[in-house]
């Protein structure tokens, strides 16, 4: 097993590293405050092809891979997970048109994701009623001559208010799994309608909407893949989002560490740096060490990926482990800060309530277990 990064993963990530600090982390806070959605950046991580990192370069990517698009992923997250998660979204809806897209279908979406036009895209498949139960969604899709017509409502959707183009998931049959489709819907499109804005704990600089769709039409050919396949799309694409999300939280936790351990050296307390008390070392060794592993699990998901062998279960076993030490890390980093942790002059406060929802999106932990334990009764290698 090779540790060590090779020239274009270590280009994507010095590239990533470079734009996060100069661009992203400037106003991170201010952002974060004001609920401000960043489309300006989303255009600037465009032009350096951070918007499609797995996507071929003829189609406006990188073609950098897996490994290359997580470690891109940690260097946003490091100093903004609100602007990483839109990032995290507009690169999955693109590699997932681009690899069960029909060739007209590539080249009039994936550009536009790649290249900032459409400013983000979006992926359109919770419900008000259903998360966790993706089969259980109730939006339908009618085919009437060359359009299809769709009608339901969508909960929770990331960048929705903003979307240019929206992957959007919906009942074509009354069968459960196999009677979903999915289909790619361009914002703005008559008869779908934003919501508004949820007030939310974290990430709050990132756009989270309901989308209703009233009668909504799409030409036939924006039917993704064929009828009937949504739903195993819509488990492939979570796949590899997960990986995405694992990245997110390894950035924020590292993130918090490097806080904590600047605040413990300055920070007195009895006549000494409250870094030299051993209780305090023994937090940050164990947050060091949880991050460390964190990382080898997910770039061991994203090696596997791109290399085209079944990663489920590593991807699920990433997510779980590094959205759990996400939190656990940024609430010992704001442990560590004590009464000024609690405050938003120190940016811990921000990491932990950013790093809530990890353990929420893309699956939840429990169903990251099913996943596992579910590939482990397959026969799996343990």
Not at 55 to 70: I, K
Not at 110 to 138: I, K, N, Y
Not at 244 to 270: D, P
Request: proline share 3%; with cysteine; hydrophobic share 40%.
């Amino acid at each position: 097993m090779d540790f060590e990064l090779d020239e274009t993963q270590r280009l994507i990530r010095d590239t990533a590293r470079k734009f996060a600090r100069e661009r992203v982390a400037p106003g991170a806070r201010a952002r974060d405050r004001d609920e401000k959605f960043p489309a300006d950046l989303y255009r600037e991580m465009a032009a350096l092809g951070l918007l499609g990192v797995t996507v071929p370069v003829e189609l406006g990517g990188s073609g950098a891979g897996t490994v290359s698009y997580s470690l891109a992923m940690m260097e946003v997250a490091k100093v903004c997970a609100s602007t990483s998660v839109g990032m995290a979204v507009t690169n999955m809806c693109g590699e997932l048109i681009y690899r069960f897209g029909t060739d007209a279908q590539r080249q009039t979406f994936v550009p536009r994701l790649t290249s900032g036009q459409a400013v983000a895209g979006a992926f359109a498949l919770s419900e008000p009623h259903c998360g966790s139960d993706a089969a259980a969604l109730r939006t339908t899709a009618v085919e009437r001559g060359d359009r299809w017509v769709l009608n339901g409502t969508k909960q929770w959707i990331t960048s929705g208010a903003y979307a240019g183009v929206i992957v959007v998931w919906a009942r074509t049959a009354p069968a459960a799994n196999k009677g979903i489709s999915c289909f790619i819907v361009e914002g703005g499109s008559k008869g779908l309608h934003v919501g508004r804005h949820e007030d939310k704990m974290g990430l709050r600089a990132s756009n989270t909407v309901a989308l209703t769709f009233e009668d909504c039409e799409v030409p036939v050919d924006n039917l993704l893949g064929k009828e009937g396949d949504g739903f195993k799309l819509a488990m492939i694409a979570l796949d590899g989002g997960r990986i995405g999300i694992g990245s997110q939280a390894c950035g924020v936790a590292r993130a918090a560490l490097e806080a904590a351990i600047a605040y413990a050296k300055e920070r007195t307390a009895f006549g000494h740096p409250i870094g030299d008390f051993q209780a305090l070392r023994f937090f940050l060794a164990n947050m060091a060490t949880e991050i460390s592993a964190a990382e080898l699990m997910t770039w061991r998901a994203a090696a596997k990926k791109e290399a085209g062998v079944p990663f489920s279960r590593e991807a699920s076993m990433a997510k779980v482990f590094c959205s759990e030490m996400s939190n656990r890390v940024c609430d010992k980093a704001v442990q560590i800060h004590g009464g000024y942790g609690y405050i938003d002059e120190f940016p811990v406060e921000r990491y932990l309530r950013d790093a809530r929802v990890q353990t929420i999106y893309e699956g939840t932990s429990e169903v990251q277990r099913v996943v596992i334990a579910r590939e482990l009764f397959k026969g799996a290698r343990p």
